[in-house]
């Protein structure tokens, strides 16, 4: 069963990347991303990789350049996540065929990642839209467009950002942050996908 959770994990070093990915993928969470700011994030990534053997989308978050959207896809990376809209780096995304996640706050940036042929949009931070927000953007939004809301979202409010029309959710520090045990972070795994699966009406 596929859910529509992206797993964020910023932080992360190679040598933990793919017994938690492991654990991750265990508990229902088949999207990963390793923010590029983490340690060694293209090790930690290829590791992933290496051991998902396709049973998982792994990736990139904090992608900012073209750069480093090559560098991902090189290590075997299939999804870019941003925090912001730029145009070149979806186009370099796309050219790749990797998925790209650019993130968006307003109508002009997320038709302009559209546009630039962005696989899904990222409302980041959805903590300042609220569930409010999202409301009013998909009322413009094309039907058939993901969004996935980051930042503010959680097992506590899940079922009123899919009220308000969230496809799914990025999930940082609520899911994993460093220092916490394989056991830990399978604990929370659990108990997020359990509150997604019953805000979703048991639907993934």
């Known amino acids: 069963m596929t859910r529509n959770l992206i797993a964020i994990l910023r932080g992360i070093t190679p040598d933990h990347a793919a017994p938690v990915a492991q654990c991750l993928i265990d508990c229902g969470i088949t999207m990963i991303e390793v923010p590029l700011n983490s340690p060694d994030p293209l090790d930690s990534i290829s590791a992933m990789v290496d051991m998902a053997q396709g049973n998982a989308m792994i990736g990139a978050g904090t992608v900012l350049s073209v750069e480093q959207v090559t560098q991902v896809a090189a290590v075997g990376g299939q999804l870019i996540v941003s925090p912001n809209f ?32 962005a696989y899904g949009l990222k409302l980041f931070p959805g903590s300042m839209a609220g569930p409010a927000g999202l409301k009013a953007m998909r009322a413009v939004l094309p039907r058939d467009c993901p969004v996935y809301a980051v930042g503010g979202a959680g097992p506590e409010n899940f079922a009123q950002w899919i009220s308000a029309g969230a496809d799914g959710f990025g999930l940082g520090t609520a899911l994993y942050t460093p220092g916490l045990s394989v056991d830990q972070i399978h604990d929370r795994a659990q108990a997020i996908v359990a509150a997604y699966d019953d805000a979703a009406g048991g639907e993934a």
């Open 86 to 117: 730029d145009a070149d780096v979806i186009a370099k995304t796309v050219a790749l065929g990797l998925q790209s996640w650019p993130g968006v706050f307003t109508p002009t940036e997320a038709f302009g990642a559209l546009k630039a042929g």
